[in-house]
């Protein structure tokens, strides 16, 4: 079965851009910005392709509750990774929840503050800040990198339990340390 193509429609932040997904006379068309439009070809379950995204197919994945939720443009030597953006942003009490130290292997960890009502990501040994720019729900896309967000993990309790951080068709877990 075709995917509800209208569920695909919106914004989505690849690499601090945004580009756009919406249906046209022509179909469901893929706009980015200083490119003509790509008509979207249905080549399976959310997936397309387009003749003028030479030998790269469009993929639209979900996350646990079943909404779309990040955009793969998948070609044979890289694959480009978005994240679909929800308006409005979370609010300064959400952000705040994020905050924390999470090991990402027993000698890395993760850094993750507010600052000026944006969330920076830091991880040991890096000297560089990175800006997690708001996306769909508690998914964030890292500012100015096209392969690169972070999506957070909250328990049923609603504390944060973890973050998944996605480089391209890869991922690393990072696990919250509790408070002492």
Do not use: C
Not at 51 to 61: C, H, L, P, Y
Not at 94 to 110: D, F, H, I, K, Q
């Amino acid at each position: 079965a075709r995917a509800n193509e209208a569920s695909l429609e919106g914004e989505y932040n690849i690499g601090g851009g945004v580009v756009r997904v919406q249906r046209s006379a022509n179909g469901l068309q893929y706009l980015a910005p200083g490119e003509p439009p790509h008509t979207l070809v249905p080549a399976g379950e959310r997936k397309y392709t387009s003749s003028t995204i030479q030998n790269g197919v469009v993929e639209f994945r979900l996350d646990d509750t079943g909404a779309v939720d990040t955009i793969y443009l998948t070609f044979p030597q890289a694959v480009i990774h978005g994240v679909r953006i929800e308006r409005p942003a979370p609010d300064a009490a959400t952000l705040a929840r994020l905050a924390g130290t999470y090991t990402l292997t027993p000698t890395v960890s993760a850094t993750v503050t507010v600052r000026n009502g944006r969330l920076i990501y830091r991880v040991t040994g890096d000297p560089k800040d990175y800006v997690l720019v708001p996306a769909r729900g508690l998914h964030f896309a890292v500012d100015g990198f096209i392969l690169f967000s972070v999506r957070f993990f909250q328990r049923a309790d609603g504390q944060i339990s973890h973050f998944i951080f996605y480089g391209g068709d890869s991922s690393a877990v990072g696990n919250r340390r509790e408070a002492k």
